[in-house]
T-cell receptor, first 116, second 115 residues
């Protein structure tokens, strides 16, 4: 059973370009979470999605960032018009269930975004 | 809002010895989960140990154990018989029972293991 997959592992963009980060959850998992890790910091929650629904986006910057988890295919974190401050490692995690009973979040290897 | 604090940015330990990493948290909830994650240089996040707040017994996983003090909101990680492979960044994290979604992480402790 493959783990959480993220691609690309490394992404370089120039200021003003768009960045698309992909996350394929573990087989059978329908809950996806995105976290951002700035240099020398811990991970910060960005957004929680289920298939075709955004459940909690309270950690997402108000502008330029969006996320989706379509019925078919991977979850996508999209950053428009990137700036140098967006340079970070972006982690995706997935879980089997969520809510009132604990379900472990399994993390992918992360995508390191560098904005030149 | 819940916060997690790790007051030790760096720690070091001699191989085969024991080290304790500290973590405190702030919450008004009574039901929650606490975790320690390990992040080696590969940056892969690896779950080390988990503690349910309703359990009084401290969790243990082989050489890893926790000291969970609910009243003090303290959750420390003890690594016994430290090995070179234990060298990594360690993050303490909190998950609220009712939301079951967002993990709140501390800033991390960089552990060095000296041969």
């Amino acid at each position: 059973n493959a783990g959480v997959m993220q691609n690309p592992r490394h992404l370089v963009r120039r200021r003003g370009q768009e960045a698309r980060l992909r996350c394929s959850p573990m087989k059978g998992h329908s809950h996806v979470y995105w976290y951002r890790q700035l240099p020398e910091e811990g991970l910060k929650f960005m957004v929680y999605l289920q298939k075709e629904n955004i459940i909690d986006e309270s950690g997402m910057p108000k502008e330029r960032f969006s996320a989706e988890f379509p019925k078919e295919g991977p979850s996508i974190l999209r950053i428009q018009q990137v700036v140098r401050g967006d340079s970070a490692a972006y982690f995706c995690a997935s879980s089997l269930l969520a809510g009132y009973s604990y379900n472990e979040q399994f993390f992918g290897p992360g995508t390191r975004l560098t904005v030149l | 809002a819940q916060t997690v604090t790790q007051s030790q940015p760096e720690m070091s330990v001699q191989e085969a010895e024991t080290v304790t990493l500290s973590c405190t948290y702030d919450t008004s909830e009574s039901d929650y989960y606490l975790f320690w994650y390990k992040q080696p240089p590969s940056r892969q996040m690896i779950l080390v140990i988990r503690q349910e707040a309703y359990k009084q017994q401290n969790a243990t996983e082989n050489r890893f154990s926790v000291n969970f003090q609910k009243a003090a909101k303290s959750f420390s990680l003890k690594i016994s018989d430290s090995q070179l492979g234990d060298a990594a960044m360690y993050f303490c994290a909190y998950l609220e029972e009712t939301s079951g979604s967002r993990l709140t992480f501390g800033e991390g402790t960089q552990l060095t293991v000296n041969p």
